[in-house]
């Protein structure tokens, strides 16, 4: 028990020191057996939008992008980071052709499942996305709920590039991107509490969550150290690169795309400087 104690107690304190700039955690975590069962349980719940937007909000958003002919029957569309097909499902439901890529398996089984029950024709498939290799195949991409806010700034350009060969001439990138407002309303979390089961762990277990920010680079760090009574711990990292219009603009067009569309929501609520979430449709440039 007390080389247990004293583990801990060195993670505690270690997880106290501020990491370096993307300083990677707990690798691929959203595939671990136990916590993903919490992730697909999450996107589930109807009434929260702790993994996925609320149902009611996709629901707005799909019709929104269907509305303005973003998005069209007869498209082919690449849904990435798709999770249990939300977006997939509905766009599918309405006459457009869907490959939706996710890395978590139990996702992904899920979103095979339900496309089968339904009778909807969506290609699934398990993999990690900075892994596909797909050449002028979509007439759209999705990357939506601000994932592309997770990743530092090399591995966004190489994720962006591999986009912008995934699309046709022409095609559309949708995608969204939090602020700096929406941030500093969430604020630093810095608390620990003991659960005899709960999201990390099946088992009884502390977990010490902690907020990190890196206001010079727009970046902020959710920190998630959980500790098992044998005396082990862990530690998880989500990060997030927050982005104004001119910044995300200059992104896109170093990436090779040109702005069509900004809202400060994928439900079509017009662009207004300082909000909590900026919205874009970006269009991949002739060669």
Same mark, same amino acid.
């Given at each position: ?8 107690l ?12 993307f ?7 959203w595939d ?7 992730m ?16 009611k909000?996709?629901?707005r958003e799909v ?25 997939a ?8 052709k869907?490959?939706?890529? *996710?890395? &978590?398996?139990? %996702? $992904?089984?899920?979103a095979?499942?339900? !496309? ?8 699934y498939?398990?993999?990690d ?33 591999k ?12 995608f ?23 999201f ?6 502390m ?17 998630y ?16 690169? *927050?982005? &104004?219009?001119? %910044? $995300?603009r200059?992104?896109a067009?170093? !990436? ?32």
């Open positions: 028990m007390t080389g247990s104690f004293i583990n801990i060195s993670a505690v304190f270690s997880s106290s020191i501020k990491p370096g700039l300083e990677p955690g707990e690798p691929r975590f671990d057996p136990h916590i993903s069962k919490g697909l349980e999450a996107h589930l719940n109807r009434n929260s939008d702790a993994a996925s937007r609320k149902i909000i996709i629901d019709r929104h992008l269907l509305t303005v002919r973003v998005l069209k029957p007869g498209d082919r569309v690449l849904d990435l980071g798709c999770g249990p097909g939300l977006y499902t509905r766009l599918s439901e309405n006459g457009i869907v490959t939706g890529i *996710d890395i &978590s398996e139990r %996702s $992904i089984d899920y095979i499942r339900y !496309a089968k029950e339904c009778g909807l024709d969506i290609d498939r398990c993999m996305f900075f892994d596909m290799s797909i050449t002028n195949e979509f007439d759209a991409v999705l990357l939506i709920y601000g994932e592309l806010c997770t990743f530092a700034d090399s591995r966004r350009d190489v994720l962006l590039a986009i912008l060969r995934a699309l046709k001439p022409g095609g559309l990138f949708v969204d991107v939090s602020t700096r407002q929406l941030r500093m309303k969430e604020g630093l979390r810095n608390r620990w509490y003991v659960s005899n089961s709960g990390w762990r099946p088992g009884r277990h977990v010490l969550e902690q907020g990190f920010d890196y206001p010079e680079h727009d970046v902020w760090l959710d920190q150290v959980v500790m098992t009574e044998d005396g082990k711990a862990a530690v998880y990292r989500n990060w997030f690169h *927050d982005y &104004s219009l001119a %910044s $995300i200059q992104v067009v170093k !990436a090779g795309f040109g702005i069509a569309h900004v809202w400060n929501d994928f439900t079509g609520k017009p662009y207004v400087e300082g909000g909590d979430w900026i919205a874009v449709v970006a269009k991949k440039k002739p060669d």
